[in-house]
């Protein structure tokens, strides 16, 4: 780059086109503040390290995804961003007095490292481009195509390329006895040796002009995920995926409201999720609800919300109350997602005002009238929650004698006639273990999950508190149960509002106890057992080998 004025333009346009780009993310960022602060604090360190550079959450996807080909283009990019750096590091360090680094062995390391890891980034845009181009041939373009995404992978892909072509150019115009450390470069080069300094330099504002479009595109394409994303998850909150944020009676009192209505009432950070999505269309993808033809689907439940972040419409009505009562709160979307964004949360924090508001009925409503009236979700008799016991001498807290697990028994372990002999088989595997074990009978009452998950906060705030009366009453520190729902209630969120116990599955404990030899193993023989993870135990709870181990381990893993 010859003379003093063509310096001087090239940092001036660079730098506007930086300036730009901050601008518009500064703009966005208005956005997020329309949120709630932040209480929590994150381990944003080891979120980034996690998530972004170790692409977490990209590794674990479905072969059919993609993942492939986008680890590729990100860990090359990644890669050639830490080269510019590095090489600016060292050109810029005679300002500071620190001699330029860029040279001896540590260059040609420099050289061959990068040099060759910058090909995963030009493979796998060019990876992107022809399964895009086959998908949208087929008929079947991705569900978050849009004729933009040409533009972005186009321009990626010129970096990619006229950055080696600018390499292959200085070592054509310049050759040096090192430039075998280049092995790309140097095999491009070969075309063109001898090539004049004035084509060099001409090459160099060619690539110089594609970085330019890629700084004022970033904000505007899908990927500003890479600052969005970033950020996103380092502010990350260190909560298990099956804990739904409380609502205390002051926040209640201070805002005169229950749950969202309008986008503001979400935190910053959930704000700032939202706008990370890329629209990718994972979260759709494997929803169970949507997959049976239902109203829900994940993408547009955050385009809808995010929205509404703009134009102040009220949450609810913007993604639809059939969508919204729609959702299971599987957390197979919040799994899949790539930028972290907790769709279940924003469901039910918008399921909690249509509740406050009267709007929920059909089924739903009926649940919640049973759980306030007879504490079973089903409406059963809490007399009748003794009934499974008959003939298995099975202990009772109240009977006075010290027990070390309580077996919570559940709703439906107590009077679902399927779900009943899971509990009978539990009780007396336990017995047989020689567990100390204790049930509540007539005192157990439902943990208030239904009714949460449903919306109802304070029902089940009321469900707490009744059993952590009982609790209290007996000394419980250890809980195991059948319940995946019961499980992950008692482990990840009675603890806000009481002692924390230690929780079990019975799978958890019973693989234990095979463990210690106090059980054996079933042995299925030459059969084969199929298992289907509740998603409650092992897509939320994370819990999927003990089952596995209490049968052999010989089963076909269905989730």
Same mark, same amino acid.
């Given at each position: 780059?010859?003379?003093?004025?063509?310096?001087?333009?090239?940092?001036?346009?660079?730098?506007?086109?930086?300036?730009?780009?901050?601008?518009?993310?500064?703009?966005?960022?208005?956005?997020?503040?329309?949120?709630?602060?932040?209480?929590?604090?994150?381990?944003?360190?080891?979120?980034?390290?996690?998530?972004?550079?170790?692409?977490?959450?990209?590794?674990?996807?479905?072969?059919?995804?993609?993942?492939?080909?986008?680890?590729?283009?990100?860990?090359?990019?990644?890669?050639?961003?830490?080269?510019?750096?590095?090489?600016?590091?060292?050109?810029?360090?005679?300002?500071?007095?620190?001699?330029?680094?860029?040279?001896?062995?540590?260059?040609?390391?420099?050289?061959?490292?990068?040099?060759?890891?910058?090909?995963?980034?030009?493979?796998?845009?060019?990876?992107?481009?022809?399964?895009?181009?086959?998908?949208?041939?087929?008929?079947?373009?991705?569900?978050?195509?849009?004729?933009?995404?040409?533009?972005?992978?186009?321009?990626?892909?010129?970096?990619?390329?006229?950055?080696?072509?600018?390499?292959?150019?200085?070592?054509?115009?310049?050759?040096?006895?090192?430039?075998?450390?280049?092995?790309?470069?140097?095999?491009?080069?070969?075309?063109?040796?001898?090539?004049?300094?004035?084509?060099?330099?001409?090459?160099?504002?060619?690539?110089?002009?594609?970085?330019?479009?890629?700084?004022?595109?970033?904000?505007?394409?899908?990927?500003?995920?890479?600052?969005?994303?970033?950020?996103?998850?380092?502010?990350?909150?260190?909560?298990?995926?099956?804990?739904?944020?409380?609502?205390?009676?002051?926040?209640?009192?201070?805002?005169?409201?229950?749950?969202?209505?309008?986008?503001?009432?979400?935190?910053?950070?959930?704000?700032?999720?939202?706008?990370?999505?890329?629209?990718?269309?994972?979260?759709?993808?494997?929803?169970?609800?949507?997959?049976?033809?239902?109203?829900?689907?994940?993408?547009?439940?955050?385009?809808?919300?995010?929205?509404?972040?703009?134009?102040?419409?009220?949450?609810?009505?913007?993604?639809?109350?059939?969508?919204?009562?729609?959702?299971?709160?599987?957390?197979?979307?919040?799994?899949?997602?790539?930028?972290?964004?907790?769709?279940?949360?924003?469901?039910?924090?918008?399921?909690?005002?249509?509740?406050?508001?009267?709007?929920?009925?059909?089924?739903?409503?009926?649940?919640?009238?049973?759980?306030?009236?007879?504490?079973?979700?089903?409406?059963?008799?809490?007399?009748?929650?003794?009934?499974?016991?008959?003939?298995?001498?099975?202990?009772?807290?109240?009977?006075?004698?010290?027990?070390?697990?309580?077996?919570?028994?559940?709703?439906?372990?107590?009077?679902?006639?399927?779900?009943?002999?899971?509990?009978?088989?539990?009780? @007396? /595997?336990?017995?047989?273990?020689?567990?100390?074990? $204790?049930?509540? #009978?007539?005192? +157990?009452?439902?943990?208030? %999950? *239904?009714?949460?998950?449903?919306?109802?906060?304070?029902?089940?705030?009321?469900?707490?508190?009744?059993?952590?009366?009982?609790?209290?009453?007996?000394?419980?520190?250890?809980?195991?149960?059948?319940?995946?729902?019961?499980?992950?209630?008692?482990?990840?969120?009675?603890?806000?509002?009481?002692?924390?116990?230690?929780?079990?599955?019975?799978?958890?404990?019973?693989? @234990? /106890?095979?463990?210690?030899?106090?059980?054996?193993? $079933?042995?299925? #023989?030459?059969? +084969?057992?199929?298992?289907? %993870? *509740?998603?409650?135990?092992?897509?939320?709870?994370?819990?999927?080998?003990?089952?596995?181990?209490?049968?052999?381990?010989?089963?076909?893993?269905?989730?």
């Amino acid at each position: 780059m010859p003379g003093p004025y063509w310096r001087l333009a090239f940092y001036t346009v660079t730098f506007l086109c930086l300036g730009y780009a901050t601008w518009v993310f500064v703009q966005r960022s208005k956005q997020w503040m329309k949120g709630k602060p932040v209480t929590w604090k994150s381990d944003w360190v080891c979120n980034v390290a996690r998530y972004i550079v170790g692409q977490k959450k990209v590794q674990g996807s479905r072969p059919t995804s993609g993942a492939p080909m986008h680890l590729s283009l990100f860990w090359g990019f990644l890669s050639l961003f830490l080269a510019t750096t590095l090489l600016a590091a060292a050109t810029y360090a005679p300002v500071i007095g620190i001699p330029n680094f860029h040279k001896g062995l540590y260059y040609k390391i420099f050289e061959t490292t990068f040099d060759l890891t910058g090909l995963f980034f030009v493979l796998g845009v060019a990876w992107e481009i022809v399964r895009r181009w086959e998908a949208v041939k087929s008929g079947t373009p991705p569900v978050s195509h849009t004729k933009s995404d040409w533009w972005t992978l186009g321009v990626l892909l010129m970096l990619g390329l006229t950055g080696y072509l600018l390499e292959a150019a200085r070592i054509a115009s310049n050759p040096q006895p090192w430039d075998v450390s280049s092995p790309v470069g140097y095999l491009l080069a070969q075309p063109i040796a001898g090539l004049s300094p004035d084509g060099y330099i001409a090459v160099w504002w060619f690539h110089v002009l594609w970085v330019w479009a890629f700084f004022v595109s970033i904000p505007h394409m899908r990927v500003r995920h890479i600052i969005t994303a970033t950020l996103t998850a380092a502010g990350k909150p260190e909560t298990p995926m099956g804990r739904l944020e409380p609502i205390t009676m002051e926040q209640v009192e201070r805002t005169g409201k229950i749950g969202v209505d309008v986008a503001g009432e979400f935190s910053r950070w959930h704000l700032l999720a939202l706008d990370a999505c890329m629209s990718c269309g994972r979260c759709t993808e494997v929803c169970p609800a949507n997959g049976v033809g239902k109203s829900l689907n994940p993408k547009e439940v955050v385009a809808a919300i995010h929205q509404t972040v703009s134009t102040g419409e009220n949450v609810p009505a913007a993604v639809t109350e059939e969508a919204l009562w729609a959702c299971t709160t599987c957390h197979a979307c919040v799994e899949a997602c790539p930028v972290l964004i907790p769709h279940v949360g924003l469901i039910v924090d918008a399921r909690r005002n249509l509740v406050a508001e009267g709007k929920l009925s059909g089924t739903g409503a009926v649940m919640l009238r049973q759980v306030a009236s007879t504490g079973h979700a089903w409406g059963q008799p809490q007399t009748g929650r003794e009934d499974w016991m008959k003939g298995l001498e099975v202990p009772l807290c109240r009977d006075g004698k010290p027990f070390e697990f309580l077996f919570w028994v559940g709703c439906a372990g107590a009077t679902d006639p399927m779900a009943v002999k899971t509990t009978r088989a539990v009780a @007396q /595997l336990l017995k047989k273990a020689g567990v100390s074990f $204790a049930c509540l #009978g007539n005192e +157990e009452a439902c943990t208030g %999950d *239904p009714a949460r998950r449903v919306g109802d906060e304070f029902l089940f705030q009321e469900q707490v508190g009744k059993n952590q009366s009982v609790f209290e009453k007996y000394g419980v520190t250890k809980v195991v149960t059948a319940c995946p729902h019961c499980m992950n209630t008692l482990r990840n969120e009675y603890p806000d509002f009481m002692q924390r116990a230690e929780v079990y599955h019975h799978t958890e404990l019973l693989n @234990q /106890l095979v463990q210690e030899e106090r059980l054996k193993a $079933a042995d299925p #023989g030459d059969k +084969e057992t199929t298992y289907h %993870d *509740p998603c409650y135990l092992a897509r939320v709870n994370g819990a999927s080998d003990a089952p596995r181990g209490i049968v052999g381990d010989q089963t076909h893993m269905d989730t």
